[in-house]
């Protein structure tokens, strides 16, 4: 079993900074991939940004160039720089692993609110 626990949401004008993190406890997740969600008010969760053991990673068009996903294995803990925030930015952020079928482990979300 895996426990994830998101931190580091808030209210935030927009074109702040947030800095996401999403530390695991149960196993080591150093050899998973790991990855970051969100879910607006009234949408679909959609898929935000994820990182393989080895550190390759991918984000979502709609982040490219504003966010950038990290882990530090050490710590068990994988993060989401969050530049230059959108309104459209406003959702709740998950994180998850990757447990080789699908992403078996969630964490409970934290909230990000971006106002103008």
């Known amino acids: 079993q895996v426990q994830l626990v998101e931190s580091g949401g808030g209210l935030v004008q927009a074109g702040a900074s947030l800095r996401l993190s999403c530390a695991a406890s149960?196993?080591?997740?150093?050899?998973?991939?790991m990855g970051w969600f969100r879910q607006a008010p009234g949408k679909e969760r959609e898929f935000v940004a994820r990182?393989?053991?080895?550190?390759?990673?991918n984000v979502a068009d709609s982040v490219k160039g504003r966010f950038i996903i990290s882990r530090d294995n050490a710590k068990n803990t994988m993060y989401l720089q969050m530049n230059s925030l959108k309104l459209e930015d406003t959702a709740v952020y998950y994180c998850?692993?990757?447990?080789?079928?699908?992403?078996?482990?969630w964490g409970q979300g934290t909230q990000v609110t971006v106002s103008s």
């Open positions: 998850a692993v990757h447990t080789g079928y699908n992403y078996g482990y």
């Open positions: 149960g196993r080591t997740v150093t050899s998973d991939t």
């Open positions: 990182i393989r053991w080895n550190g390759e990673a």
